[in-house]
């Protein structure tokens, strides 16, 4: 709980878009296990990043918090929703397919 309320300080003292950044970096960390588990093999950093990109901001901030909480099966539809959208797996095409053939 501390923690939480340390960190709802902290955020309150940064620009929009420093939160946005730490909210998408809280994120990165719960998406990583999740991509990991669901989808073996995909370069993971090319697929996080196409996921950061697609997500809501609602999505991010869900995934921000699981990423103090622990993973859930939250977590892990929300993931799924993310890389099912016909935009995320554009950019899966376009930037994680090639890593992959390397």
């Not at 995909?42 to 697929?47: A, K, S």
């Not at 797996?89 to 992959?100: D, M």
Request: glycine share 2%; with cysteine; charged share 15%.
């Amino acid at each position: 709980m501390r923690l939480v309320l340390a960190s709802v300080v902290l955020l309150s003292a940064c620009s929009v878009q420093q939160q946005d950044q730490i909210a998408r970096e809280a994120a990165r960390s719960a998406i990583t296990p999740v991509l990991v588990e669901r989808f073996p093999g995909v370069p993971l950093e090319p697929t996080l990043n196409c996921v950061i990109y697609n997500a809501s901001a609602v999505q991010i901030r869900a995934l921000a918090v699981d990423s103090v909480a622990g993973t859930t099966q939250s977590t892990v539809q929300i993931v799924t929703d993310i890389v099912s959208q016909p935009e995320t797996l554009t950019c899966l095409a376009a930037n994680g397919l090639p890593a992959l053939l390397r």
